[in-house]
């Protein structure tokens, strides 16, 4: 590399920051502490034409810098921070924000309370208006922690009442935290985003003083308001607040439904296949033979007895009915392709033998009836099953022979 | 005052001056052709006016400053640097005489031309001082004095009224804006007014200085004695007096953001000399250091190369004839001419001599180290045949490690100073506020930084590499002989390589191209490029500048050969 030997106020400082950067990706943060102090004079207006505020550089890493330092204390940072609070009106609010996560970070929960209490204080011109954004995050925060406080008195409170004692003030704070809460949190979650953590202490809330209606208005909106970026965890909320106050199947599967669509590997399309399969309505269990398969879509299902035992079950109950295989069918047009190489390899066959045999019992299953009794999977471990002598494997054996016409007329 | 000849007409001691600055016999009348424009180099705040064209310098202003001009400013600097100079070594001259006369005519040269023109009126930019509050008044060094501006009309003659007020109108109008009186007409002036001065031209004027004394520095040393703070430049202004207030646009002119360039200092200097109408500098000899025979002497002990190498520079150094006087020696105003660049000269020199003896391309040297190597496991007498593989890895060793040094001292480099400047007094209060944030957090970081102890000013030093024949380990090269990789041919030692590569077949048009030739480092052999960053390094230039050199050099070289054929290759036989 050619080195330029112009040097000038900008080029030398951002040497300076190529320096700090470095030192910081391999965690030498007395290196970096060094050149940061090189770097800091470049906070004063220089003479030349451009001017690049190099603040927020400098407090980004020097948060960095104070977190991971090993001489360095939490009074430290601190100390650091208010003056960074002073050094840029325009990100004042920003740095409250960061400040308070910190302290939340390092358990210091009243500190940070006091921290987003004076910055909800905090009034400066028009720069109020323009960092609302911000504004309003701070409100939402002192809700959640109000929401934290109302949910350590209320433990309070119920351990008083096992032990028989009452506490009226505890009782009283309780309330005017609710009360606090609720406000700041209903307020945050009405600005479509991401506000999980909060619409589930919102919800908590609401459903603690019984007001239900609210709770299911707030979930529903959260969940199905086309401005609220798409979000599987909205939906899961509500299909947990449903199943609660045991609402109909109906708007249970239409939650889930949802679920499907947005995360088809959802731990939660277990207990839909489910319930799916139980119903005596046939568009439902076709939906529920679909689901189960694309769950076994996701590598991160491969070896779930769970959710292998699930579409045996129900693959053996279509067989069965002998109604229906062409749902089978449609299903394996997809797959047939590339199952036999993810699912049902010799290779597989043998590690799941040997490493869980009810896994390797219901993949068998199904192995046997997709693939024929001629599959490597499931010669393999019908092999190696009906030599244990245990009763199911020859049972399963007995099956699939029978049924294997019908993996012809699947394949086909 | 000082003026002590007897006047001619009636041989008294008594004179005035005219407002034209010449003076007249105060008994007979008789004028004088005799002007009074010396300069002293220092600066003192005057109280008391001298009356002669009747102008009235302001008092102290609000805030305790006083009237100060920008030249003034720049006087000072030069000042400064000149007794830096002085403390280096440099000879004593250079501040009392040389400086001083160059700075003398410069402001001759541009008050001519000086004229504030605000609303059409014509003012007189004064400043006196008087002489017997002048500290340095011996009867030998140059009195101290005024800087008289000539106006544009010279038989015009004003009044005293108007004059007086005409300078409080120029004062009030540029107070606001610049601590100096003339800041911002300064910056505002026009642009086809040559050589305004700037903070780099005051290095071109102490370069100047140096070579007209044939001082024994060149200017990539005294640029990096600059950038190594031997030498005032950066924050000098903090040396001006309590009175003499910066703000406004004298911070444009007297605050510097960059280092200053070589080339740029160079070409001001030329540019400078020719505005001077300065006559034929002294002859560059070569018993002088500047001349490539003892420059390279120089350069070959500090790139640690055999001292035999230096027979073979001057023999390159003569057939070239760039060992002429006329050639080195400045020419002020001779566009002709091709101005010389002492360092850069004599490193490229030594360039071409390497690519003479090794070829440098990526192969032979290596060939040849090997050839020297085998030579030298039979040599018992005398000293060890240079090899230039170990030369290699010694060297490559020690500028990796002075070059990452350097890298990281100019990443550190501190560019602020004690004393705070703002633009106006609305901005100081923040300015203040932020100063001391500044301070708070290179303290509170200071102390993360583990025990670092601040980095030293290094000694000024002529060298930045040193090598020692006492060193055991064999690292020093500079007694190490050529014989290992020469042979005998008639009697003559002559090189081994019989080849050469030119660096460029043809120059560029330096006028259009703005360069002779084009250095990128992928067109050109890895050892090649090796020695001239070697010599980028310890001249603190970009590796072009040498380049290009190196290209002028061989054309000369091999002038009859390029002369002899319209095509050729590359290779060429000596």
């Known amino acids: 590399s050619s080195h330029e030997y112009k040097l000038n106020f900008k080029k030398s400082k951002e040497m300076c920051l190529s320096y700090i950067q470095d030192a910081m990706l391999q965690k030498q943060w007395k290196r970096a502490a060094e050149f940061l102090t090189f770097y800091i004079e470049s906070l004063e207006k220089d003479f030349s034409r451009e001017y690049t505020s190099p603040s927020e550089v400098i407090w980004r890493i020097g948060t960095e810098i104070l977190c991971h330092h090993s001489h360095s204390s939490m009074k430290e940072f601190n100390s650091f921070t208010e003056q960074m609070k002073t050094l840029g009106v325009k990100r004042y609010l920003k740095v409250c924000l960061e400040h308070t996560f910190h302290l939340l970070c390092n358990g210091l929960i009243d500190e940070a309370y006091r921290n987003l209490s004076l910055a909800e204080s905090w009034r400066f011109g028009e720069q109020t208006v323009i960092q609302g954004k911000e504004m309003k995050l701070i409100k939402a925060y002192r809700g959640l922690l109000d929401y934290y406080s109302w949910s350590k008195q209320k433990n309070i409170l119920l351990e008083h009442g096992q032990d028989g004692f009452e506490d009226l003030s505890v009782e009283q704070e309780m309330h005017g935290c609710f009360r606090k809460a609720a406000v700041n949190l209903k307020e945050i979650i009405k600005i479509p985003g991401v506000w999980d953590l909060f619409v589930k202490c919102y919800v908590d809330l609401l459903e603690f003083y019984g007001d239900h209606n609210e709770a299911r208005q707030v979930l529903n909106e959260y969940a199905y308001n086309s401005k609220f970026p798409a979000n599987p965890n909205a939906h899961v909320y509500l299909y947990q607040f449903l199943k609660r106050h045991g609402e109909s199947k109906k708007s249970l599967i239409s939650a889930l439904k949802i679920l499907h669509d947005i995360v088809p590997s959802h731990e939660l399309m277990i207990d839909f296949n489910i319930m799916l399969q139980k119903s005596k309505k046939r568009k439902r269990r076709r939906l529920g033979l679909e689901v189960i398969f694309a769950v076994l879509d996701y590598a991160g299902w491969k070896e779930n007895v769970k959710a292998w035992s699930c579409l045996a079950r129900q693959v053996k109950q279509i067989v069965i009915s002998e109604k229906h295989l062409d749902w089978i069918k449609q299903e394996w047009n997809s797959r047939k392709d590339w199952w036999p190489a993810f699912h049902f390899s010799r290779y597989l066959a043998k590690k799941n033998w040997q490493e869980n045999e009810s896994l390797s019992y219901e993949k068998a299953l199904v192995a046997g009836i997709l693939l024929g009794k001629d599959c490597k999977y499931f010669k393999y471990v019908s092999h190696h099953g009906c030599k244990t002598q245990a009763k199911r494997f020859r049972i399963l054996k007995k099956f699939v022979n029978k049924h294997n016409p019908v993996y012809v007329r699947i394949s086909g | ?574």
């Open chain 2, 1 to 574: 005052r000082d003026f002590n000849e007897r006047c001619a007409q009636c041989s008294e001691v008594n004179w005035g001056l005219t407002d034209g600055g010449r003076f007249y016999c105060r008994s007979c009348h008789n004028v004088t052709e005799i002007t009074r424009e010396v300069v002293n180099t220092d600066f003192i705040c005057n109280t008391r006016i001298q009356t002669i064209s009747k102008g009235l310098r302001k008092q102290e202003k609000t805030d305790g400053g006083c009237e100060w001009y920008v030249c003034e400013g720049f006087q000072l600097i030069l000042k400064k640097q000149a007794e830096a100079l002085e403390a280096l070594g440099v000879c004593p001259q250079m501040k009392d005489e040389v400086l001083c006369n160059f700075w003398r005519r410069y402001l001759q040269k541009t008050k001519q031309a000086y004229c504030n023109t605000t609303a059409g009126e014509t003012v007189k930019a004064l400043s006196v001082c008087d002489s017997s509050t002048d500290v340095d008044s011996e009867p030998e060094r140059p009195s101290p004095l005024h800087l008289l501006s000539l106006s544009e009309s010279e038989g015009d003659l004003q009044t005293d009224s108007s004059f007086a007020s005409s300078i409080s109108k120029v004062s009030e109008s540029t107070s606001v804006c610049s601590g100096s009186v003339d800041g911002s007409l300064y910056l505002m002036k026009n642009r086809k007014e040559k050589l305004r001065m700037t903070m780099p031209m005051t290095l071109s004027f102490c370069y100047m200085a140096l070579l007209w004394l044939r001082e024994p520095m060149t200017l990539s040393d005294l640029l990096r004695f600059v950038a190594e703070g031997h030498i005032p430049y950066l924050n000098v202004f903090q040396h001006f007096p309590e009175k003499m207030k910066l703000y406004g646009f004298d911070l444009k002119i007297f605050c510097v953001e960059s280092w200053p360039v070589y080339e740029e200092v160079y070409n001001k200097m030329l540019e400078l000399a020719a505005f001077l109408d300065l006559p034929r500098f002294p002859d560059i000899t070569d018993s002088c250091f500047l001349h490539p025979d003892m420059l390279s002497m120089k350069y070959l002990m500090e790139a640690n190369l055999p001292d035999e190498l230096h027979n073979w520079t001057c023999r390159v150094v003569k057939k070239i004839c760039i060992g002429e006087a006329d050639f080195l020696t400045l020419v002020p105003g001779n566009n002709s001419t091709r101005n010389v660049k002492y360092d850069v000269l004599a490193a490229a020199v030594i360039v071409v001599v390497l690519k003479l003896l090794f070829l440098l391309d990526d192969h032979y040297e290596w060939l040849l180290s090997d050839f020297a190597e085998e030579r030298n496991k039979n040599n018992k007498e005398g000293g060890p045949y240079f090899e230039f593989k170990k030369w290699y890895k010694v060297i490559k060793c020690s500028l990796d490690v002075k070059q990452k040094k350097l890298d990281e001292e100019r990443a550190k480099y501190l560019w602020r100073c004690e004393k705070l400047l703002f633009y106006s007094d609305k901005k100081k209060s923040k300015v203040l506020k932020r100063r001391q944030t500044v301070v708070n957090l290179q303290n509170q970081f200071g102390k993360l930084s583990g025990s670092v102890l601040p980095a030293e000013k290094p000694n000024p030093s002529s060298f930045q590499l040193s090598w020692s024949e006492e060193n055991t380990d064999g690292s020093c090269f500079h007694g190490h002989s050529l014989k290992g990789i020469l042979q005998e041919k008639c009697g003559l030692l002559t090189t081994m390589n019989p080849d050469y590569w030119l660096c460029t077949v043809k120059l560029c048009n330096e006028k259009m191209c703005g360069h002779l030739a084009h250095y990128g480092e992928v067109d050109f052999p890895q050892s090649y490029n090796f020695v001239i960053r070697l010599f980028s390094f310890l001249l603190r230039i970009q590796p072009s500048y040498i380049h290009d050199e190196v290209c002028v050099i061989e054309h000369k070289l091999f002038n009859k050969k390029l002369c002899k054929k319209p095509k050729y290759n590359t290779g060429l036989r000596k």
